[in-house]
């Protein structure tokens, strides 16, 4: 019942910025909790951080803490994640889900986006 379509992903070199967006239609993020997750290279989906309905209370994965910031805009029904200090190791796909509550775990969000790509060069 919600759609969600991320961009902004691209190359970009290490220790740059880049900035995603997350855009929802079908419904509005005013009801869902929304989570950013990335999967790499031959490694699992993980967590990177996600922000609670009202924009109010926000989670890291401890290896972008300090370095990428969640955010949301309700009234655009858009949500943000602003990635500084890039480094190779955050290349990945990156993808936003919503959800009832931000929560860490895949299972937590019932709606996904198709993903983003971000490339980081040393």
């Known amino acids: 019942q919600v759609q969600l379509v991320e961009s902004g992903g691209g190359l970009v070199q290490a220790g740059g910025s880049l900035s995603l967006s997350c855009a929802a239609s079908?419904?509005?993020?005013?009801?869902?909790?929304l989570g950013w997750f990335r999967q790499a290279p031959g490694q699992e989906r993980e967590f990177v951080a996600a922000?609670?309905?009202?924009?109010?209370?926000?989670y890291y994965a401890d290896s972008v803490k300090g370095r990428f910031t969640i955010s949301r805009d309700n009234a655009r029904n858009t949500a943000f994640l602003q990635m500084n200090s890039l480094k190779p190791e955050d290349t990945a796909v990156y993808y936003c889900?919503?959800?009832?509550?931000?929560?860490?775990?895949?299972?937590?969000?019932?709606?996904w986006g198709q993903g983003t790509r971000v490339t980081v060069s040393s």
């Open positions: 889900a919503a959800g009832p509550f931000p929560r860490t775990t895949r299972r937590e969000y019932g709606y």
């Open positions: 079908g419904r509005t993020f005013s009801n869902y909790a």
């Open positions: 922000v609670n309905r009202y924009g109010t209370s926000t």
